[in-house]
């Protein structure tokens, strides 16, 4: 049960990774006029900076992970811990970002 799970969690990351990548372009492309064009622009910047800032704290936590299981039995649940939290604080950012895109 806990690699099904596992492969949801890793699943709904993706896809919100996903539809990240796919807002990106959709904001560029928006051309009705010179303060919609900069606010896409700043849009997509600042999801290129969430997703490169989101992935480095993956790259870090997975890279740790080896050490800090080490005579750790708790590490496999700490693990699990952070990647969620890295998740729900990338979904909050990005749904702050984009309420505030929309809003503009």
Known sequence: MNKVKKMVLVSAL???VVSTCSATP???GLRCGNS???AAEQYARSIEDL???TG???????ESYPDNAKNNPNAPAEY???VVKLGNNYLSNL???TKSFLGK
């Open 14 to 16: 993706a896809l919100s």
């Open 26 to 28: 959709m904001a560029m």
């Open 36 to 38: 919609y064009e900069k």
């Open 51 to 53: 997703v490169e800032r």
């Open 56 to 62: 480095d704290a993956y790259e870090d936590v997975t």
């Open 80 to 82: 699990l811990q952070t």
């Open 95 to 97: 749904f702050g970002l």
